[in-house]
């Protein structure tokens, strides 16, 4: 049912590595005994080179919290970044069971040679980019995107887990666990599922990194025909699952394609 494979690392974008458009949330605790506040950071970047994200109120469409009571607005959670300090939040979560904390922000551009986009959406498996840029001839120009983010980190409270951990919050592109990434079976494996626009992905490349230890993704693993992949996973660690998925933009005088990038971050064995 599911199928992984090895990927080559992912090429340069802009001045720095494509990894640094990766981004996710990064919560001060992952399980906590009981209701309580969190501090919520956001992070951007890969390996070693990590950094805060810029947040700013001008690039943030909403920052929600779901659980078994609903949702919850943090907009107002939100302090933006200055040149003294990161930006950041601290997130009250008032009830025991499963929180789903996800972000998403607006779109942004970005304008890179040929030769690193090509690179890039090949190792990061954009096949109706690729085949687009050779159908229209343009392989060898510039390749314009504008890309947006999506981010979620699941928060335990509690012991009482709930299926809260695997229903999706309705991102545009968002990896949805299978199974409650905290109680997972002696064997420790996770399946997951990509969804964009509500339906399952196929094709899609994902990637998984141990944050704490790790400066490449652990496994590396392609969405089946049901839009499901499955991870191993440690028994403790603090880990990213990202996902990127980018189509062409016709009509679009700014940039010829448009990606996601979505990441979902959680913490076993805290």
Do not use: C
């Not at 993704?217 to 499955?230: I, L, S």
């Amino acid at each position: 049912m599911f199928r992984t494979l090895s990927l080559v690392a992912i090429a340069a974008a802009m001045t720095t590595p494509a990894h640094a458009h990766d981004f996710w949330l990064a919560p001060s605790d992952y399980q906590m005994e009981e209701p309580g506040a969190v501090t919520m950071d956001f992070q951007v970047g890969h390996g070693t080179e990590v950094s805060p994200w810029n947040l700013r109120w001008d690039r943030l469409v909403a920052l929600k919290s779901y659980s078994a009571s609903g949702s919850v607005d943090h907009q107002s959670a939100i302090v933006p970044r200055t040149g003294e300090a990161p930006g950041g939040a601290r997130i009250a979560l008032d009830t025991p069971g499963t929180h789903i904390v996800a972000l998403e922000s607006y779109h942004s551009f970005s304008d890179l040679e040929a030769e690193k986009f090509n690179e890039y959406a090949t190792s990061e498996g954009l096949s109706d980019i690729l085949a687009h840029r050779e159908q229209a001839g343009s392989a060898d120009t510039n390749g314009t995107e504008i890309y947006s983010r999506r981010g979620k980190a699941i928060i335990q409270v509690g012991a009482d887990l709930s299926d809260r951990a695997m229903e999706p919050v309705g991102h545009t592109l968002e990896i949805v666990p299978l199974a409650h990434p905290y109680g997972l079976g002696e064997d420790r494996q996770l399946p997951v599922r990509v969804l964009f626009r509500g339906e399952p992905l196929a094709g899609a490349l994902i990637d998984l990194t141990d944050l704490e230890t790790g400066e490449e993704p652990m496994a590396e693993a392609r969405t089946d025909a049901d839009g499901e992949a499955v991870f191993t996973l440690p028994e403790q660690g603090i880990f990213k699952f990202n996902v990127i998925w980018g189509w062409p933009n016709p009509g679009n005088d700014r940039a010829e394609f448009e990606s996601i990038f979505s990441s979902l971050t959680i913490g076993v064995g805290r």
